[in-house]
């Protein structure tokens, strides 16, 4: 079949003179920028990639396309740091030019393997018929940061029989016999979504041994950016289901992240699941990566974007950012994330406040929208608390905790006149409600993640407002007392 030819398809070794530098110069104007998030200069960020502490530092990839708010063609975008919050721009790390990578290079995973970082990844093809095929390539870093891709590439050419093309997103790991396996994010040819196990002695020869058996049935169909770890004795399997139906406080999103905490059986390809969770319950959370790094903290970082959503910042030509590095932690089958203790670094000008509520309200100022607010409630004898963000006549960011019915809500409905979302704009979770509450939230100029109860339960927002905030307000029905910390935050990504 003949390949797909469509501009979109270009590459930044064909950009016009001065083309890149006026992209990111309109970009760089734009008052939604984060600070302290991972973004691109200009274009669309999407998926992190390549997850690693590596030669001394911690490295992120991520897709990108460079010309436009599109999902073109993917490249690697890279950023490095020695402490996990401020981040240095890199070069492009993989520009795709090769036929087996003809329409993008696009998500994967890394490994360290002798002195270098190996970097799994999709290589996109795609027909002019819409048909497409994927491959499995790979490129080598070394400690000088030089990369080169591999010259057995692909190392798995086309998709098995039985499937789509929709076939991609490697997650590779070294298991404790010393193989390696591969994870693959899959569709059938019957549009359903499972997983494809391959493993290999060398990571360069690879076999498939079959789909992953998990009670996961017609789950949706596609199955996109898996992850596997183990996390205090415990097997866990992250991956992202296209397609599933709003359930109650579940899959409220256009497209959702999953947990499954249990075993798994690479010998006879079987996950048994004791629990299978929602990731975040926000509105712009997708495609999460996580790594290991020397000490054994499981870290994550997801993309703060949704598919189809226009948001304010595509006139100024960039779209997307990633969340903070999340520390994972399982607690009674509960996955929770809390930022990592290195973003504390970031942390300027303490406000801090302890008082009583009785059936009122308390205002705090605030002048910007660069923040961390920490909030301990405690004798919580409340049927309702709620905290405003971005406060004004026009818009807010409402979070709400309903003590009777143990729901938690995040409603943004004011700033859709802003930008449009394909899905609704109130996310909920359920809660136990109990006499301490314990709320955590970042707010960087157009994101904020709220953590609640130590990151039990956990929303991620893209909120882009117009209008300049009065304040931020909290209020109760009743009584409780309020311990509270607003700390000014400083500049993280170079």
């Known amino acids: 079949m003949e390949k797909l030819r469509d501009s979109k398809f270009r590459t930044i070794l064909t950009a016009r003179a001065g083309e890149l530098e006026a992209l990111k110069e309109l970009a760089q104007k734009d008052p939604w920028k984060p600070v302290c998030h991972i973004h691109p200069e200009c274009g669309l960020l999407n998926d992190p990639n390549g997850l690693a502490y590596f030669n001394g530092e911690y490295h992120v990839f991520y897709q990108w396309y460079p010309f436009g708010v599109i999902h073109g063609m ?3 975008a890279h950023v490095k740091s020695g402490d996990l919050v401020h981040w240095k721009r890199m070069p492009v790390a993989i520009i795709p030019t090769e036929d087996y990578e003809s ?17 799994f990844y999709t290589g996109n093809i795609r ?12 490129a080598r870093m070394d400690k000088n940061y030089g990369i080169t891709k591999a010259v057995a590439n692909p190392l798995i050419e086309g998709v098995p029989a039985g499937y789509t093309g929709h076939v991609r997103d490697p997650k590779i790991w070294q298991d404790e016999d010393g193989k390696y396996c591969i994870f693959l994010g899959a569709q059938r040819k019957n549009r359903t979504g499972t997983l494809l196990v391959y493993e290999s002695q060398d990571a360069l020869q690879w076999k498939l041994r079959g789909e992953l058996k998990t009670p996961m049935i017609n789950f949706g169909y596609m199955w996109e950016c898996p992850d596997y770890f ?20 579940d899959y409220q999103n256009l497209y959702n992240v999953i947990y499954a905490v249990g075993k798994l059986d690479l010998a006879n390809l079987t996950f048994e699941t004791e629990c299978v969770r929602e990731l975040d319950k926000g509105f712009d959370f997708y ?15 997801g993309w703060a974007g949704m598919s189809e959503t226009e948001y304010p910042s595509d006139k100024n030509q ?3 950012c990633l969340t903070l590095p999340r520390q994972l932690r399982l607690q009674d089958g509960v996955l929770r994330q809390m930022p990592a203790r290195e973003c504390q670094v ?6 801090s406040l302890r008082g009583c509520l009785t059936g009122n309200s308390v205002s705090i100022a605030n002048d910007g929208n660069l923040y961390e607010l920490d909030i301990d409630f405690t004798d919580i004898q409340s049927r309702d608390i709620m905290i405003e963000l971005f406060k004004s006549e026009e818009e807010r960011l409402l979070l709400r905790f309903d003590q ?22 109130v996310r909920t979770a359920l809660f136990m409600p109990a006499e301490r509450l314990a709320v955590k939230i970042v707010v960087d100029q157009s994101i904020a993640e709220v953590f609640i109860n130590d990151g039990t339960v956990v929303f991620t927002a893209r909120v882009f407002p117009q209008v300049r905030s009065t304040g931020i307000e909290i209020r109760a029905d009743g009584n409780l007392v309020f311990d509270l910390a607003k700390y000014k935050l400083k500049r993280g990504i170079l």
């Open 230 to 249: 183990r996390l205090d004795g415990r097997d866990i399997l992250l991956f992202c289901p296209q397609g599933l139906a709003p359930a109650g406080h």
């Open 127 to 138: 027909y002019a018929d819409e048909a497409r095929s994927a491959n499995l390539c790979m």
């Open 103 to 119: 329409h993008g290079a696009y998500s994967g995973s890394a490994l360290e393997k002798d002195g270098e970082l190996l970097l």
């Open 318 to 320: 960039w779209a997307h």
């Open 404 to 425: 009777v019915n143990g729901v938690v809500s995040l409603d943004r409905r004011s700033f859709l006149n802003n930008f449009t979302a394909p899905v609704g704009p």
């Open 346 to 351: 970031l942390r300027t000008d303490c406000f």
């Open 287 to 301: 495609a999460p990566q996580t790594f290991q790094d020397p000490a054994g903290r499981r870290l994550l970082l």
């Open 74 to 76: 993917k490249h690697w």
